[in-house]
């Protein structure tokens, strides 16, 4: 932890070669260009983004990174998922070739997870590897997307089907950009910090229910919150980089979640991201409660919490109708690998207590899902 | 080595979790099959290939793979450099989707470099990683291209751009699909066989002068000289993965190489790749003498062999006109990073004494070519 700035925190992510810096705290962009000339030689950068985030935030980086003697160039691309395509790879391979970015030079990712994606997985494929820095300007991405090194675009065969482990040199979480998200956009964020309580950090969980509300005005408990997601997420994917086993664990909540968002097309106006997450994790407690591995009262305290910040926690709280248990069990189909009739789902002891069940049968989940969405 | 099989070689790449086997030898097609499924899990496989391998092959190959209980699918290729681009790479990995491989499935590439380079990105990318078996049909991507894990496409900026390090699973080098190749292309990967000893290894370049035409005939000559090539490629690979920088000695004559295939714009009536390499290595041992870095009698020697055996070893045997020696260094120039009118060049003090110069002057490169190709 830094104390040179008081409400700063550093997390170290410790792989080996690979290994990098989590900061996290405000101010961040306009500190951009000394944290990454102290860390890269490179003296050029190609900063990739989105139309939103470019006009609040594109020019005062620019200025950071041409103060510390970084000649910055940037694209801005449109706003939304279907940024990541093959199309949109293509043209930021080009541009960072245009502006001839060597393998010492730097991309970066200033936007939400799908720049990060984006950018990251060009990054990891223009002259096989430039140098790479994630600056998210969402929850979401602060806690989550930016860390561990998952990145890629969609096809036509599902999300994030093509991409690269490509871990970033440097992590830039500037915690005062989190002011302009709307209160949607923040609490779908807060679904993936509650998420690394209830994988394996109870006590967390548990700081959370008590002190959510400082975490939602901003200050010193939202940076602790964000940097202990950091961390939570830095150890799994230190134990498990390229996920043969443990780092599944994240998964938690995102089976039903997929499911649900792809149940609603997609439409943010119905579900985001977060909110499926929200929802699958309370699915996945009362599954476990139901198949006797964990008390009731635990998938019921989980539902309490995320209510009472006002995330959705039902299928009857997602607007409009959704399609019949079988079809959602075929959309967990399309995600998961089902092999003989069974799934990989992550299931729960209790809060705190995750672990990833390979055997899953569908038809205990269609069974599940005809009991909580009755037709 | 292996001794079970009299004329068969097999080189390990001790690349830590990234270790694999190259066999080399006759029949290998025929028993791809059981040396893919003793060291892979996945009981499925995607076949790349193009429209000329494919007729000779490819139906050899899969009755093999089912033989020994592997699903087969197959991908047939245009032939030609043109096919590593991005909207064949997208084609690609569309194709491994549609067949649902999966991590621990193989994506076999069997074909040259091309197809290597091609399939080899595809399988380093597609859910981020799945397993990948090299099947190398031409003695340039025997001994070159299908061992060290760089994988890659063209862009209008230029060649392998865009790409990742992606080791593959295994190798399999069947020697008897050489017997298909023409004399020119079999001369033209015989240049790479040469380089090996002109990096660093003199006794292999004395043992091929003496047994060059044992190695052109076939037999176990020619499986010595393969195998001993692609021990030395590994040798190289292994000090240094991602060419930080003694892997760029496999570049010795590629400098000017490329430089030439610019500049006769990759027209392959005039030039291939391997005799750009043999001009390319000829002109590099002279300019090194011209430097009073070696003996003229080296690159006399060397040229000498080259000649021998057929190969093109002066500006003058390239037919058609070449552009002035501005023009090719400014083909360098694209091809090489220039610091301060300075470049890196592989350079050497004799026969099997190549090293890394990172400070060749511009100008000196021009007066030599001027020398060399006269107006």
Known sequence: MKSSETSERLVHVPLGDRAYDILIGPGLIGRAGGEISTRIKGRKAAIVTDENVANHYLEALIDSLEADGIDATSLILPAGEKTKSFEHLTRVCDALLEARIERNDTVIALGGGVIGDLAGFAAGIVRRGVRFVQMPTSLLSQVDSSVGGKTGINTRHGKNLIGVFNQPDLVLADTDVLQTLSDREFRAG?????????????????????????????????????????????????????????????????????????????????????????????????????????????????????????????????????PPPEVLMRAIAQDKKVTGGKLTFILTRGVGQSFVANDVPCSEVVTFLEEKHPQ
Chains 1, 2 share one sequence.
Request: hydrophobic content about 45%; charged content about 25%.
């Open 190 to 322: 807060y679904a993936e910090v509650a998420k690394y309580g209830l994988i394996d950090k109870p006590d967390f969980f548990v700081w959370l229910e008590r002190n959510w509300r400082d975490v939602f005005a901003g200050g010193a408990a939202r940076i602790e919150a964000i940097a202990t997601s950091c961390q939570a997420k830095a150890e799994v994917v230190v134990a498990d980089e390229r996920e043969t086993g443990r780092r599944a664990l994240l998964n938690l909540g995102h089976t039903f979640g997929h499911a649900l968002e792809a149940a609603t097309e997609y439409d943010s106006s119905r579900l985001v991201h977060g909110e499926g997450v929200a929802i699958g994790m309370v699915l996945a407690h009362q599954f476990s409660a139901r198949l006797n591995l964990a008390s009731p009262d635990d998938a019921e305290r989980v539902e309490t919490h995320l209510k009472t910040v006002g995330l959705p926690t039902r299928l009857s709280d997602i607007p409009g109708e959704l």
